[in-house]
């Protein structure tokens, strides 16, 4: 449920950025999020319908790249897709590993006019 | 036209959290964020570590729930001073609620600030509250599969903490593994096996508390 919050900051920046840049209407908002920020994209597309209207960014269409969990073995160096019950290097078998993806929550850009 | 943004949503959060940790400093408290799902025991470790810090440190305490003050009661018969954030419905503490909080603290008269987080294992992770430390309750009841379902919570935190261990016999949960695998993916973390109920092994997470506090 932080998506509210989550939603409420993403508009906040978008407006002032858009605001910025004298712009009128904002029509699209493109969006990354990581999958480890456990953040859900058709609940932010629904507060920001909500919270949207009446603003610049009222109807303005929302794109997510979502970035996959992803961890480097610290062992051999290569990269792996973290499993859902184990994780261990599919390469090498080492534990210790560093996450390298999946944190990301920003805005990548917007579309005005 | 398009516009580059690339700024981090949580910004205006981590902004307030700056003046946080600001204040924090000038008055010279170290902050410690508990994290754990509901019923993990953040109270109970929060009363077990007042008790055991009587005399050594001045301890204050923000209670952070949706609804209700039972907690804060709770604490306050402790002697330390307590506030209350009811968050009515949001699922965790962010930056501004803990900004509006502290003004209720006399903060020059605290050296420890444990600030208890909803019960949640996934929003809290994302908003800083200007703290120096995470810790994270994981209860044995609850399974020894949690770093696999909430990894950043895990991935985060500075000190995990395995509440309930006086239940082992009765439950199939290997502290071992558990251990091994949060460790994998955070190589900063502590792991302390502790009862809230028994008393067993708090003395050595309060000691070490002790030490970050002092450093």
Sequence with gaps: ?113 | MEIKVVKDIMGANDQIAQKNRQLFDSNQVFVVNVMASPGAGKTSLILETIKRLKGKVKVGVVEGDISSSLDAEAIGKEGVPVVQINTGGECHLDANMTSTALGSLPLGDIELLLIENVGNLVCPAEFKLGEDMRILISSTPEGDDKPFKYPLMFHEADAVLINKIDLLPYLKFDVDAFSKAIKGINQKVKVFPISCTTGEGVDRWVDWLLGQVGG
């Design chain 1, 1 to 113: 449920m932080h998506e509210l919050s989550i939603t409420q900051s993403m508009l906040d920046l978008v407006l002032e950025q858009a605001k910025n840049a004298g712009a009128k209407e904002v029509g699209k908002i493109n969006l990354v999020l990581g999958e480890m920020t456990g953040v859900v994209d058709r609940a932010v597309q629904f507060y920001f319908d909500f919270l949207s209207k009446g603003t610049a960014a009222e109807g303005a269409a929302l794109s997510f790249k979502v970035i996959p969990t992803t961890a480097r073995c610290r062992s051999c160096a290569k990269d792996f897709k973290l499993g859902e019950f184990d994780w261990t290097c599919p390469h090498c078998q080492g534990n210790n590993i560093e996450i390298v993806g999946g944190k990301e929550l920003f805005v990548e850009s917007i579309e005005v006019e």
